[in-house]
């Protein structure tokens, strides 16, 4: 239990980026203008309830024109 604040503070930074990447990744999928492989729903859930499943979607999900 000492070591609470040093690992809080340690995985703070990484659970911003997770919380950034995941938003941006959500946002992406709900552009209009996005085409993505599969469909959006799918990636939506993957996005929003996988941890670090944007990882899946940006390097699998999208069709870039």
């Known amino acids: 239990m000492d070591n609470f604040p040093i690992m809080f503070f340690l995985v703070l930074p990484i659970i911003i980026i997770e919380l950034g990447f995941r938003i941006y990744g959500i946002v992406d999928i709900l552009k209009e203008e996005r085409q993505v492989k599969i469909s959006k729903p799918f990636w939506l859930v993957v996005v929003g309830l996988v941890t670090f499943g944007w990882v899946f ?3 699998l999900g ?3 024109i």
């Open 57 to 59: 979607y940006f390097l």
């Open 62 to 64: 999208r069709e870039d």
